[in-house]
């Protein structure tokens, strides 16, 4: 493994390290993301969605539906894109700040909308799984294997957006040659209907 050099440009310079508080967050972040992984992927939230339909009592309800906010399919994978683009948002900072150069984005800043890159790939990613697969029993019910591969498929593609925000731009490019192809020239012009 070839060790992390810092260009001689940034030596000295205040950025030259990350901040102790982004690599903190950095920790965090990806500590949250391994738990909500683990507990999606092995905790099972059918009982608990059955006894809050049944009419638990108020405070057990309230237990019941943070459980089944964090570990239900539908609403741990939502959760897993965001804290994934947040992850990728908080590597290129570090790395930014690493090769000195400038991070003047506030924390708070760079985490939501982060946040909100990593809902846009879940919405992105569950409209394709609806649409495709027929329905959305795979959200509700899906066995250990379907929920990790989606997991782990979702939280990749919000870290690839979340560090690097063109790649998407350049997927969703591509994707437009390669439909467009087959299809008559407007002139050139891209907004153009044909």
Do not use: K
């Amino acid at each position: 493994m070839a060790a992390l050099t810092i260009p001689e440009e940034a030596r000295g310079t205040p950025r030259a390290s990350a901040r102790w508080g982004e690599a903190l967050a950095g920790t965090v972040v990806f500590g949250l993301w391994f738990l909500l992984y683990a507990a999606g992927a092995l905790v099972g939230t059918g009982p608990a969605r059955e006894r809050v339909m049944a009419g638990a009592p108020p405070l057990e309800a309230i237990r019941l539906l943070t459980l089944i906010l964090l570990c239900y399919t539908a609403t741990n994978v939502a959760i897993l894109c965001i804290i994934g683009s947040q992850l990728g948002g908080l590597f290129r900072r570090v790395r930014e700040g690493l090769q000195g150069r400038p991070t003047p984005t506030s924390m708070p800043s760079l985490m939501f909308a982060l946040g909100l890159q990593g809902f846009v790939i879940y919405l992105v990613i569950v409209s394709g799984v609806i649409s495709f697969s027929g329905g959305y029993a795979f959200l509700s019910s899906p066995n250990q294997d379907q929920y990790m591969r989606l997991a782990a498929t979702a939280s990749l593609f919000s870290f690839v957006v979340g560090y690097s925000p063109t790649a998407i731009v350049a997927l969703l490019a591509r994707l437009e040659r390669l439909l467009g192809a087959g299809a008559p020239s407007t002139g050139g012009d891209p907004g153009a209907v044909a």
